[in-house]
């Protein structure tokens, strides 16, 4: 079993930056991919940034050169920088883990970009 917990959300003016982090807890070597979504009232959850263990990285062409996906060396945390950020990327953003034939999600946690 896996459990994801997400912080680092708040208020932030555009053009500015947060780092969003994911802690796994669990059996964590049993995960083969992390991701970070994104969702927005009566909109669906969107994907933003995914990490493929051994094989690669993907980014919406929304925030493509602006947010980086990583992992620290035990590979039991996650992060999302977000850098010049836009009124468009407030959200509440999710953790996602991929497992062995299902996926585990995080509580969410909320990114406000307003002046």
């Known amino acids: 079993q896996v459990q994801l917990v997400e912080s680092g959300g708040g208020l932030v003016q555009p053009g500015g930056s947060l780092r969003l982090s994911c802690v796994a807890s669990?059996?964590?070597?049993?995960?083969?991919?992390m991701a970070w979504f994104r969702q927005t009232p009566g909109y669906e959850r969107e994907l933003v940034a995914q990490?493929?263990?051994?094989?690669?990285?993907y980014y919406d062409s929304s925030v493509k050169g602006r947010f980086t996906i990583s992992t620290n060396s035990a590979k039991d945390t996650v992060y999302l920088q977000m850098d010049s950020l836009e009124p468009d990327d407030t959200a509440v953003y999710y953790c996602?883990?991929?497992?062995?034939?299902?996926?585990?999600w995080g509580q969410g946690t909320q990114v406000t970009v307003s002046s």
């Open positions: 996602q883990g991929t497992l062995p034939g299902s996926y585990v």
């Open positions: 669990g059996d964590i070597f049993s995960l083969s991919a």
């Open positions: 990490i493929t263990y051994g094989a690669g990285i």
